[in-house]
């Protein structure tokens, strides 16, 4: 009689393929708040300073974002108010996004504080971070008694 080796976890793989296929017409947003990666954000280097761009269609003030710069990370949050609603009964899909968001980004170089600037156009926030100027190197001369 051969030995087969036991594999209790075998099925699993077939059960998440079975939940996606099930689950695939859900709305991501379910429930409520946008989570983290609900909204796709771009970091990248240009010459002296960190560009983060990322796509949040349906900001119509300056009031709806927040963008903070602490410990090395970008946190942007808001919220995404839409005027012109459809009424639930008359809906079929409903796939645009309305209520609050918040994503939380490493940056990838410790930034200043001082002239971050940022900029909305259709559909796509823009935050330009000057990078921190490492300390210099300063010669310390040691006194002799």
Avoid: Q, W
């Avoid at 300056?62 to 602490?70: A, L, M, Q, R, Y």
């Avoid at 309305?98 to 909305?120: D, K, M, N, Q, W």
């Amino acid at each position: 009689m051969p030995l087969v080796p036991y594999e209790p976890f075998k099925h699993l793989n077939t059960i998440r393929r079975e939940f996606d296929r099930v689950f695939a017409d859900f709305p991501a947003n379910f429930g409520g708040e946008h989570g983290f990666g609900d909204i796709r954000v771009d970091v990248h280097e240009a010459g002296n300073e960190i560009v983060a761009s990322c796509d949040i269609p349906g900001l119509e003030s300056k009031e709806d974002v927040h963008i903070e710069v602490e410990n090395n990370m970008l946190h942007i949050s808001g919220t995404i108010n839409r005027s012109s609603e459809v009424k639930e009964e008359n809906m079929h899909r409903k796939e645009r996004f309305t209520g609050r968001f918040h994503r939380a980004v490493a940056l990838p170089a410790p930034v200043s504080r001082e002239g971050i600037r940022a900029s909305y156009r259709n559909g796509v926030l823009e935050v330009r971070m000057p990078k921190d100027k490492p300390d210099e190197k300063k010669r310390i001369d040691v006194e002799f008694h």
